[in-house]
Each structure stands twice: as C-alpha cells, then as structure tokens.
Nanobody, 126 residues
Framework: QAQLVESGGGLVQAGGSLRLSCATSGSFFSVNDMGWFRQAPGKEREFVAA????????YYADSVKGRFTISRDNTKNTVSLQMNTLKAEDTAVYYC???????????????????WGQGTQVTVSS
C-alpha cells in the first residue's frame, strides 16, 4: 500500500522560507508523478505544484510561481517543496500527492491524483 509521509511544516513569519518533504518507498516513487496541494480552512483543496516521475516536467499554480520550487531526489525517494517569500495567504495544510499519469495530463485537480499523504500544517504570520 502506498504511503506518503510529509514533514517540514511549521510557523514562519511573512517573507520567510520553509521546505517541505514527502517520503515514500522506492518502487512506488519511481513510477509516479508527484504533486503538492494545499487546503486552507473553509476552502477547497488547491493545486500547488507537480513534477513528472523523471523530473523533466514541472508546473505550478500561478499564485506560487517564482516563489515555490518542487524537486525530487530519486536516491532518497523524496519530493520536496521549497517555499520562499511566504505570505499569510500561503497558510494551509499542505499535502503530498502521487499518481502514475497526473503530469501527462497536466493535472491540477485533486481528483486526478490517486495517492495522498496526511498533510503538514504551514502557518505564515503577518
């Protein structure tokens, strides 16, 4: 069974940085595209970033483009989200997601990702 475990969330001041990581198993990691979503209180889960299994395709939500960077380390079976210049509106629970074909379809909807982590809280104080 797929297991995605996020880490790295926390409290940071506006303008600061955080790095989230998502760990999974090797066999699972190598055959899945990876993504990050977030959900703020009272709002729907929204797409943040995604990367193909080979790491050659990435795309971002407009709201984070230029501030967030998704990356994957195939030797450690982890995907990371480097978040810079954080804003109060970035406050949310951040979820790691995976799917075999998400990036091929340039998927941005949560329904297009099959596997999910439990989430990690990111709070940005203004």
């Amino acid at each position: 069974q797929a297991q995605l475990v996020e880490s790295g969330g926390g409290l940071v001041q506006a303008g600061g940085s955080l790095r989230l990581s998502c760990a999974t198993s090797g066999s699972f990691f190598s055959v899945n595209d990876m993504g990050w979503f977030r959900q703020a209180p009272g709002k729907e889960r929204e797409f943040v970033a995604a990367m193909s299994r080979r790491g050659d395709i990435t795309y971002y939500a407009d709201s984070v483009k230029g501030r967030f960077t998704i990356s994957r380390d195939n030797t450690k079976n982890t995907v990371s989200l480097q978040m810079n210049t954080l804003k109060a509106e970035d406050t949310a629970v951040y979820y790691c997601a995976a799917d075999p074909t998400a990036v091929y379809n340039t998927a941005r909807s949560p329904t297009r990702f099959k596997y999910w982590g439990q989430g990690t809280q990111v709070t940005v104080s203004s």
